[in-house]
């Protein structure tokens, strides 16, 4: 009796990820634009980082989604709006932290994990979200440094680090792009042990001559490249382009 209750669970939970899978690529066709849910979190559980997240409104999101129309303009995708983000209520709970090694079954253990920690802790909000990008601020003097931001495309969550200071409000906003493409399936174009920008496909334009430097970054290239070996992280979102690879990678070409 218990083993045929345990098929049928493994059998339902097959059926469920199948579904979703099938959907999942269904959106990519972009016959409508998705719903981003973006959830501050303190993840300092400080003052400071407080009082950053309650300055933040609507509008702050809103040269995200104005980039991807611009870019999709670009890619002549018949949306005009590819991404609606919107501001959701802060999250007090930490996302669960991947894993430092490449471990699949850590890996899969923390996606599971992950997706569980989006079910529970979803503020509700007038649309139902298609995307959810769990923003975690930190306060640039006691972390300089950030650790790195990750999302998947299979539940379409993403925890991304940012810094709690008006300062790095424009690179934040790269960096949340960045993530938001990860999980419409589009891949890194940098080298994971040097963080430079992969020619051809990290780069902006990668026919330009002479190659360097570079006017732009290709936004899951990460940088801009400068001259071989040199790239330096583009100061706003205008200073990025959406490449062919990445254009073709989440469905905006063939």
């Known amino acids: 009796m218990w083993k ?55 509008d702050d999101f809103e040269p995200v989604a104005a980039y991807f129309a611009e870019e999709a303009q670009r890619y002549q995708l018949p949306l005009r709006r590819p991404f609606e983000i919107r501001l959701g209520n802060t999250v007090q709970a930490i996302p669960p932290s991947p894993p430092e090694t490449g471990n699949v079954f850590e890996i899969v253990l923390w996606s599971l994990q992950f997706r569980y920690f989006a079910w529970v802790h979803s503020p509700k909000m007038s649309v139902k979200p298609d995307i959810k990008l769990y923003l975690l601020y930190h306060d640039p003097v006691t972390h300089p440094r950030l650790s790195h931001s990750t999302a998947l495309n299979k539940g379409r969550i993403g925890r991304v680090n940012l810094f709690a200071e008006n300062g790095y409000s424009k690179k934040n906003l790269v960096i949340l792009a960045h993530e938001l493409l990860h999980t419409v399936k589009a891949t890194d174009k940098y080298d994971m042990s040097t963080g430079l920008p992969i020619y051809p496909d990290g780069f902006a334009e990668p026919d330009k001559s002479p190659l360097y430097p570079q006017a732009y970054a290709e936004l899951m290239g990460g940088r801009i490249p400068l001259r071989e070996g040199n790239a330096e992280i583009p100061n706003h979102i205008g200073l990025t382009l959406i490449g062919n690879k990445t254009a073709k990678e989440i469905g905006w070409t063939q």
């Open 4 to 58: 045929k209750i345990r098929i049928f669970i493994l059998l339902l939970v097959l059926a469920t990820v199948v579904q979703q899978s099938l959907q999942e690529d269904a959106d990519l066709k972009w016959n409508k634009n998705f719903y981003v849910a973006v959830y501050p979190i303190n993840a300092d559980n400080s003052s400071k980082v407080s009082a950053y997240i309650k300055t933040l409104t609507q």
